[in-house]
């Protein structure tokens, strides 16, 4: 007999970071949960948890203690727990999942035990570009077993598909990442006191520092000079690094507000109040999510032509790229943008039309697709 593919699933989305702390993959699995559960499909979270007492879902499942590491410029947190595996056998047992989806499958031990201990149908999904060193020594020859057992493989990006491909070799099906549209949209309203007069640059993400920040402030400071009515904001949980801190000192700069991390009612408002988004990261992006939560916002963006922007940004179409780590460029397609409010309306109309195709339940649609098609797939070949 064949699939039966309207009967609701059961299903395992595992993530292999602390899932108390806010982050893309998390936010990625949550939303996919949510979508999942509004068709009727039952739905648990298993990850590695700091303070589980942070995390709403009722139906998540905290599955180890996560370390801080490394990871493509960035911190990881993430479980190295070389005991868990006989309390995910006995987890996996018990609730007989139809389908287990891993995202970032080999980072951490929650993931790679659960695969180890799977008996079902498991759906991998990458996220990263670069990712932690473990991709480049042994720990691609110790995962090939764990592979073997991956039976549909997704990227959310081309970016991401070429690493991963680069390091595992096979067939995968991008499906970009989604937004939650609607919570970026004209309903949300822009903070008054940020419109008075003054034309808003944003900068809005992690302080790392390959985010860029130090390029953006410096540009700043090349068009303050002819332009005394911006303001640059600075939203996003960390601290400016050094170089910085030494731009803001040397150069004086006037009008630069730091933020500090928000909520996503806010951010949304942030992204509302802006004249122009600007992301000037360096590099190690497999996509662009901050990118489609601007287009949402309508929000003109200014971006670094780097992979994963380049991804989802069509320059001059619906934002505008630069060369990374080239603050005079930056400086000057900023400025671009503020003297032609035309060229920003365009890009700003052509934005809010190219981020519909990333809404939640369009690209939640197209994961449930893929595992529908592994399932009837693997059922084949059982058969056979």
């Known amino acids: 007999m064949p699939l039966d593919t309207h009967r609701p699933l059961k299903l395992a989305l595992v993530s292999p970071y602390d899932h108390s702390h806010r982050g893309g993959v998390t936010d990625h699995i949550n939303s996919l949960a949510h979508q999942f559960r509004s068709w009727g499909h039952r739905v648990k979270v298993i990850g590695p948890c700091s303070k589980p007492e942070n995390v709403a879902d009722p139906d998540f499942i905290p599955m180890g203690r996560p ?161 005394p009515d911006t303001r640059l904001i600075v939203v996003g949980p960390g601290n400016p690094d050094m170089d910085s801190q030494h731009i803001i000192g040397e150069r004086n700069l006037k009008d630069v507000m730091f933020v500090g991390g928000v909520s996503e009612r806010d951010k949304a408002r942030y992204f509302r109040s802006a004249d122009v988004y600007c992301s000037p990261a360096t590099g190690k992006e497999s996509f662009g999510i901050v990118l489609l939560e601007a287009m949402a916002s309508g929000a003109p963006i200014v971006a670094s032509r780097i992979d994963g922007y380049s991804d989802v940004i069509r320059d001059g179409h619906d934002g505008v790229l630069v060369p990374p780590k080239n603050e005079a460029a930056l400086a000057s397609m900023i400025e671009r943008l503020l003297r032609d409010k035309a060229l920003r309306a365009r890009l700003s109309c052509n934005g809010l039309d190219t981020v519909q195709e990333y809404r939640w339940d369009r690209v939640a649609q197209r994961v449930m697709d893929h595992y529908r098609v592994r399932m009837e797939a693997r059922r084949g070949a059982a058969v056979s």
């Not at 018990?94 to 989806?101: G, K, V, Y």
């Not at 695969?115 to 990712?131: C, L, M």
């Open 67 to 227: 370390v801080p590491i490394p990871s493509g410029g960035s911190i990881a947190r993430i479980s190295l727990s070389i005991w868990l595996y006989p309390r995910i056998r006995t987890l996996l047992e018990r609730e007989a999942f139809d389908l287990i989806h891993l995202h970032e499958p080999f980072a951490g031990f929650t993931s790679l035990w659960t695969i180890k201990a799977s008996e079902t149908v498991n759906i991998g999904t990458f996220h990263t570009n670069g990712g932690h060193k473990v991709y480049h020594v042994g720990g691609k020859r110790l995962a090939q077993p764990y592979l073997k057992k991956i039976h549909g493989r997704i990227a959310v990006s081309e970016t991401a598909r070429k690493f991963i491909n680069g390091n595992f070799p096979g067939d995968y099906e991008i499906i970009p990442n989604g937004i939650q549209v609607d919570n970026f949209g004209p309903d949300v309203k822009p903070f008054e006191h940020l419109r008075d007069g003054k034309l808003n640059i944003l900068f809005l993400g992690r302080l790392d520092k390959r985010k860029g920040l130090k390029y953006l402030l410096g540009a700043y400071s090349r068009l303050k000079w002819d332009w």
